[in-house]
């Protein structure tokens, strides 16, 4: 018997999250490292991970073992390869290791993703909160 229409998106959103937390290894952060794939029409358009912008060294934490208040987001990375290729991120899903914080939960509104499905529960949950708000259909799905 053939899958349902369900059944086939969710074996999809396993497989794509599986692949955002492969990439999440690339990530040179020592706290936690995090993955981010965009997909449209079963096709990864983006791909991020944290870390620092271009051109800086690759060094996350400061020497107190703090994040660096300069290192992107996984999410902020992918969106902005987006901005600057000619893909569009308008009706996509985004695939990320980690729940968005706020205000990479304003980039994915503004980038009209439609779709984020993410892995792991961060401790604040207004990120989450304001995709919801959006009408941004938000899964929650264990690697």
Not at 17 to 39: D, K, T
Not at 57 to 79: F, G, M, S
């Amino acid at each position: 018997m053939e899958p349902s229409l369900s059944e086939k998106q969710e074996m999809l959103d396993r497989r794509y999250i599986r692949m955002a937390a492969i990439w999440a290894e690339n990530s040179y952060c020592r706290r936690r490292q995090v993955g981010a794939l965009i997909v449209k029409e079963k096709m990864i358009i983006s791909d991020g991970y944290n870390g620092t912008p271009a051109g800086f060294e690759n060094i996350c934490e400061d020497e107190h073992q703090l994040t660096k208040p300069y290192v992107l987001h996984a999410e902020a990375n992918a969106i902005t390869k987006i901005a600057r290729s000619s893909n569009s991120s308008e009706g996509a899903t985004l695939y990320v290791t980690a729940s968005p914080c706020l205000e990479c939960s304003k980039l994915i509104i503004q980038a009209g993703i439609r779709r984020v499905v993410y892995a792991e529960q961060y401790r604040l949950e207004d990120g989450v909160k304001l995709l919801r708000r959006a009408g941004i259909e938000v899964v929650f799905m264990e690697l």
